[in-house]
């Protein structure tokens, strides 16, 4: 099939995609980049732990009224992202729907800036704005994953997806490395940041402006760069399917049809039920190892940030020889290597406290005072996350490869819709399983254990689908 420069690739079931030009692939690319720096620096390492510890009542507090916002973002973009990718399929033009949801992405974190510390009448506020942003960035990821099959033939679905997560870690290092050298101040009660120039907005260490700023700065970030894809990446043309009462109803009807073509198709079926299991586990290490270094190595600011740069670094590099290594072994075995290496290194870090490591056959190790990681447990600590970043980013590559090889191109949007939902319709249950398991115990590390049972689970359910090339 052919495909023109200024609009997207019509294709059937059995024909294959011809490569949409350049700078259409590249805008496609730069949502990566665009969207992560909201995860790194606003919902994971900075925003999140000022949000639970200064802005909140109290930690505790802090720490469920955060959960309980991620949850309900969670359920929201669970419950509705099968219909609305429905309806976008019914109706075209994907760039509108992105628009939107980028709206509400840009407009919750540039409200994050108003939660100063004991402003606590404005709770609400913030709730709701973190629940936007959560919620916008979800929703970009369905609209933007959904053009992939559209863009590239199938045998190049892999690589296309590799880049793109790894240019998202690649964003994440430069937006950090952006904020920590130019406003991050890191002397106590000081204005200095780590290039040895005063805050260039400012802030002064102590009064978490720059912590609020995260939410502002990563909006200014994704408005930047989602441009190029606006302008080049080329969009499913507006279909004319009468009024939208209509368009909401045959697009629910179509969903309908669609649940039921999933439900009979063994692999599609067992690949989103193998990948809504592991995402919690992969989910839950996320948002409970910053709380986890915290609570072992008291670590905050610099050190966490840090703990961040390995992450996108190793996450970046993981990606991108994903990416390569989906094309030519497929993204089933990527999937299978992953979990197996994301299972081994979370052993490990669950193994170091800050007194030793290897659940206690080795002691640590006392390193330099005046390094950021101060003793031979953290930096153990440091080593096994930089491994869970090297497969956390092919897994991610390798798990959108294999539904985009799955879906049918005139269903993309609809598909993703329910990708998206697999990866949200029981992010509950990791976190409440560890919460519980902690409070049973009394130990924060058998609770974190627990993220094993979803990773086992989801890499045994995958061993029962099929490689890609089996059913081309």
């Known amino acids: 099939m052919a495909e023109s420069v200024t609009g997207p690739p019509t294709q059937t079931?059995?024909?294959?995609?011809?490569?949409?030009?350049?700078?259409?692939?590249?805008?496609w690319v730069?949502?990566?980049?665009?969207?992560?720096?909201?995860f790194l620096l606003v919902l994971t390492f900075f925003f999140a732990p000022y949000f639970t510890s200064q802005f909140a009542p109290d930690p505790i507090t802090g720490g469920a009224l955060w959960g309980y916002a991620i949850a309900a973002s969670g359920l929201v973009v669970a419950l509705t992202s099968p219909m609305l990718g429905a309806i976008a399929d019914r109706t075209g033009r994907r760039k509108l729907w992105l628009t939107g949801?980028?709206?509400?992405?840009?407009?919750?974190?540039?409200?994050?800036?108003?939660?100063?510390?004991?402003?606590?009448?404005?709770?609400?506020?913030?709730?709701?704005?973190?629940?936007?942003?959560?919620?916008?960035?979800?929703?970009?990821?369905?609209?933007?994953?959904?053009?992939?099959?559209?863009?590239?033939?199938?045998?190049?679905?892999?690589r296309l997806s590799g880049i793109g997560w790894s240019t998202?870690?690649?964003?994440?290092?430069?937006?950090?490395?952006?904020?920590?050298?130019?406003?991050?101040?890191?002397?106590?009660?000081?204005?200095?940041?780590?290039?040895?120039?005063?805050s260039i907005m400012g802030f002064t260490q102590g009064?978490?402006?720059?912590?609020?700023?995260?939410?502002?700065?990563?909006?200014?970030?994704?408005?930047?760069?989602?441009i190029p894809l606006f302008l080049f990446t080329p969009d499913t043309p507006a279909r004319h399917a009468g009024r939208i009462g209509r368009a909401v109803r045959d697009g629910l009807a179509e969903l309908w049809g669609t649940v039921r073509d999933v439900r009979g198709n063994t692999e599609m079926f067992r690949f989103l039920l193998a990948r809504m299991i592991y995402v919690d586990g992969l989910n839950a290490i996320f948002a409970f190892g910053g709380i986890y270094a915290t609570a072992s190595f008291g670590w905050s600011g610099l050190p966490l940030a840090l703990f961040a740069c390995v992450l996108s670094f190793t996450g970046f590099f993981g990606a991108v020889v994903g990416g390569f290594a989906d094309d030519r072994f497929g993204p089933?075995?990527?999937?299978?290597?992953?979990?197996?290496?994301?299972?081994?290194?979370?052993?490990?870090?669950?193994?170091?406290?800050?007194?030793?490591?290897?659940?206690?056959?080795?002691?640590a190790i006392p390193a330099n005072a005046d390094a950021p990681f101060q003793s031979g447990s953290e930096i153990a600590f440091i080593v096994a996350a930089a491994g869970i970043g090297l497969f956390v980013g092919p897994l991610q590559a390798a798990s959108r490869s294999y539904m985009a090889?799955?879906?049918?191109?005139?269903?993309?949007?609809?598909?993703?819709g329910l990708f998206a939902f697999a990866g949200k319709a029981t992010s509950f249950a990791a976190p409440f399983l560890i919460a519980t398991v902690t409070t049973l115990t009394g130990s924060q590390r058998i609770g974190m254990s627990m993220i094993a049972l979803f990773l086992v689970t989801g890499f045994l359910l995958m061993l029962t689908v099929r490689p890609v090339h089996q059913f081309r």
């Open 13 to 27: 079931e059995t024909t294959e995609v011809v490569p949409a030009s350049k700078p259409a692939l590249v805008g």
């Open 207 to 226: 009064t978490f402006e720059a912590e609020r700023f995260t939410g502002p700065f990563s909006a200014l970030w994704y408005i930047v760069f989602i």
């Open 332 to 363: 089933r075995r990527i999937i299978l290597v992953c979990l197996v290496g994301l299972l081994a290194t979370a052993a490990f870090a669950l193994s170091v406290d800050g007194n030793s490591v290897g659940f206690g056959l080795f002691p």
């Open 101 to 158: 949801f980028s709206a509400a992405l840009i407009v919750g974190s540039a409200t994050l800036w108003l939660a100063t510390p004991g402003a606590q009448h404005l709770l609400p506020v913030i709730l709701l704005a973190v629940v936007l942003t959560f919620v916008g960035a979800e929703f970009t990821g369905v609209f933007t994953n959904a053009m992939l099959p559209t863009l590239v033939p199938t045998r190049m679905v892999g």
């Open 168 to 198: 998202g870690y690649a964003g994440a290092l430069v937006a950090l490395a952006v904020f920590l050298l130019l406003l991050f101040p890191v002397t106590p009660g000081g204005q200095t940041t780590l290039l040895g120039i005063t």
């Open 405 to 416: 090889h799955l879906t049918p191109p005139a269903k993309a949007q609809e598909y993703f």
């Open 30 to 38: 730069l949502y990566d980049w665009a969207a992560q720096p909201v």
